[in-house]
């Protein structure tokens, strides 16, 4: 039997791997690695470094045609000039390796003067400038010759306030001294390693730490990265949620006195519904007639009106007798839906309720006594209402918006709402966020999908600039143009966490100079992750209901509230952010008639900064930029992976690593049908490198 959750928690961590068994790592260093999610030294060696500094390749200075990092053998040519300016010192030397010279500067770093004697020679590792009349590199690392021959790849980690290069990879080198690589279970079967070409797990965690060439590298990140792969499927086929298919739901029949309620509906609307729209709901109510459980995702961009497959997937039920329930991640969201579905439904004789956090006593026994008695066709909510003891007579469909702002935990729960006579309700699942193909292979291959592509016609495209700092009082004035037009704008910051010292800009202080120089004649608000849920719902309803002009937020405000008169928005900092969330946060103007628009603001002078920025620039589909989202940093943030309770890869691009899923799926297929004992035992090693490398890894972790 593969080993359950409580016995997954007893494996305790020994103490021997404790981190301040390692030298040099007092507190303080402890707290920053332990701020950066490692606390012992398993967790250590499972940081993996985020680049290397190669210095295993030496180059002739002659072969050098493009400027860059390289590793050079070169001899001190001249005695070093030594010139100093108040304090600021720097000295400089011409490097020669016989064939080409370089010139060399040293900042502040005086004492070189007496280390560099004409004819030394040093091995050189720095950047190579080709700009000018000669080549010029300016503080180059250096060592001594006697070390060429065991010249490797530096590891480079990503690092904390506190720690440096130098520390981590003195005590990574501890751990792994101490034979801890070889203490990993390693999940593999024999047989797939020799069929994939794959190393050993001791030999990978050695090599990505301290690979000495390319070559080792490669070996050690495809080991690795398989493992990635290999255990999160693994987890999900062996461990995963109840197996729905052997569970039964309501299978609604439909009559001639629903069709017509169901005609009412349409022709009650506003608007003609979208073909998308159309087809997605024909895609539930055929579901909804069936008692194998709809399990359905459906994906729509952002105001592609997903609310109405909900309100008719849900009207349905109610027609034929059935309860809903419609979940959403904030009170407001689930107050707006509230109001737009009570008209509707009133309409075609059915009643809906809301359920909030802020409900009283009183109100909630009667709530509960109308969804018991069925009375209740539909209950709105927000996943508080898991936590509450609700009975329902006839629970048929359970609706959840914005998916993916929803925990492992409150989907869990979901998953055991169950009603007498032991059916599920059907499930529908609604997410902005588009799922890439090969990232639904991985995590949604158990669910059906409906897609929306098209959008409610009518919408005018936002408007998407990129703007530098300098920039910005360009952005203002037109920001100011829209708020006196009776517009409203968002200006949106990237999260920070106190403790770093980076150069983020604190929500806070964007607030204090917009409120204070900028915008002293409006209304402004600011919003952010620290207030408790019925400030940022009272700020939310004070934005929406036109009381501040400006909101300045953290990205809490992502979720699809809809403000129609919001028709400008700027986000700071924006190459901090995935192109995913850019887009929803992009999807918060542009709801309603005016012409919206939409300002990144990044002084990244990276190239890959700016040409991911470029992308939102140019796309407008949700679809399309979350295929270069995720081609561009790997599965392990796309969907915000602390939200999903998901692992995030460190190591697999599931896009470079295509062969790598196809193996992955072919040996889970091939381990499923092993004969028992095999199978429970690889099922336990399974388990065991799940623990050891996911602790905090809920299991039943699919939606
Ligand atoms: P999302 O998919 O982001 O949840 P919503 O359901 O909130 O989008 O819809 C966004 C806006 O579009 C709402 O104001 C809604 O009334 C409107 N809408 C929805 N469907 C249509 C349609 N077929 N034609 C015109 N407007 C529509
Ligand atoms: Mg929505």
């Not at 400089?92 to 280390?115: C, H, M």
């Not at 809903?324 to 004789?349: C, D, K, N, V």
Request: hydrophobic content about 40%; glycine content about 6%.
């Amino acid at each position: 039997m593969p080993a359950s959750k409580s016995e997954l928690h007893k494996q305790a961590v020994d103490p021997q791997l404790d981190l301040n068994k390692l030298r040099g790592l007092g507190p303080k260093r402890r707290e920053a690695l332990e701020a950066m999610g490692v606390s012992n030294q398993r967790e250590l060696l499972l940081l993996f470094p985020r680049s290397y500094d190669d210095w295993s390749t030496l180059t002739p200075l002659s072969e050098v045609q493009e400027p860059g990092l390289y590793t050079f053998r070169a001899e001190i040519a001249n005695r070093p000039q030594f010139s100093r300016r108040g304090k600021l010192s720097w000295l400089r030397l011409r490097l020669w390796d016989g064939v080409t010279s370089v010139q060399a500067t040293y900042f502040n770093q005086p004492w070189l003067r007496e280390k560099f004697q004409p004819g030394d020679s040093y091995i050189f590792h720095g950047k190579l400038d080709l700009s000018g009349p000669r080549k010029t590199t300016i503080n180059p690392a250096f060592i001594s010759t006697d070390l060429a021959d065991q010249l490797g790849m530096l590891a480079i980690y990503p690092l904390k306030q506190g720690l440096t290069q130098k520390l981590l990879r003195a005590a990574v080198d501890q751990a792994l001294a101490q034979g801890l690589a070889s203490r990993f279970t390693d999940p593999l079967p024999a047989q797939a390693r020799q069929d994939y070409g794959l190393s050993s797990l001791d030999y990978a965690l050695h090599k990505i730490h301290q690979p000495q060439n390319p070559y080792e590298l490669s070996l050690a990140r495809k080991r690795l990265a398989f493992d990635e792969l290999f255990l999160l499927r693994a987890a999900m086929q062996f461990f995963g949620q109840e197996d729905l298919t052997q569970l039964e739901a309501p299978a609604l029949v439909t009559s001639d006195r629903i069709k017509a309620g169901m005609r009412d509906l349409r022709e009650s609307l506003p608007f003609e519904l979208t073909r998308s729209q159309v087809e997605a709901i024909n895609d539930v109510l055929r579901d909804l007639r069936q008692s194998k459980p709809m399990n359905r995702l459906l994906q729509g961009d952002v105001g592609s009106g997903k609310t109405m497959v909900a309100l008719f997937a849900a009207a349905y039920v109610g027609l034929a007798g059935g309860q809903s329930l419609l979940m959403a991640p904030t009170s407001i969201l689930a107050e707006q839906h509230y109001a737009t579905f009570q008209p509707y439904f009133q309409s075609i004789g059915l009643k809906v309720n809301l359920l909030l956090g802020s409900t009283k006593a009183a109100d909630r026994r009667s709530l509960a006594e109308a969804c018991q008695s069925g009375e209740t066709s539909l209950l709105i909510g927000t996943h508080a209402l898991l936590q509450e003891d609700l009975h329902f007579q006839n629970l048929v469909l359970a609706i959840t918006d914005e998916q993916h702002r929803f925990g492992v935990k409150q989907r869990a729960n979901l998953g055991s709402l169950k009603q007498t006579g032991g059916q599920v309700p059907h499930r529908l699942l609604m997410t902005a966020t588009p799922i890439p193909r090969s990232f639904a292979m991985i995590f949604f291959h158990d669910l059906d999908m409906s897609i929306m592509r098209d959008m409610p016609s009518g919408r005018q495209e936002v408007i998407t600039e990129i703007a530098s700092s300098q920039d910005l009082p360009r952005v203002y004035a037109r920001m100011r143009a829209e708020l006196e037009n009776g517009g409203q704008a968002y200006v949106i910051c990237p999260l920070i966490e106190e403790s770093e010292k980076t150069d983020w800009e604190s929500a806070e202080t964007t607030y204090r100079d917009l409120a204070e120089r900028v915008f002293p004649d409006f209304r402004l608000a600011l919003l952010h992750g620290r207030l408790k849920a019925e400030e940022k719902d009272t700020i939310m309803e004070a934005f929406v209901d036109k009381k501040i002009d400006i909101l300045v937020s953290t990205t809490v405000v992502e979720v699809g509230v809809d403000n129609p008169e919001a028709s400008i928005i700027l986000v700071k900092s924006a190459e901090r952010f995935g192109l995913a969330q850019l887009h929803q946060l992009r999807g918060r103007v542009g709801r309603g008639e005016r012409q919206s628009y939409c300002f990144l603001h990044s002084d990244s002078d990276q190239d890959t900064a700016q040409e991911r920025l470029q992308t939102l620039v140019q796309h407008t589909d949700g679809f399309a930029l979350a295929e270069v989202d995720l081609k561009m940093r790997g599965p392990g943030d796309f969907l915000g992976t602390r939200q999903h309770g998901l692992p995030s890869f460190q190591l697999l691009n599931i896009y470079d690593d295509q062969t790598i899923l196809r193996e992955v799926n072919a040996l889970i297929d091939q381990i499923d049908q092993w004969p028992e004992p095999e199978r429970s035992q690889e099922l336990d090693l399974i388990s065991c490198a799940l623990s050891e490398r996911y602790p905090h890894l809920e299991r039943g972790l699919v939606l």
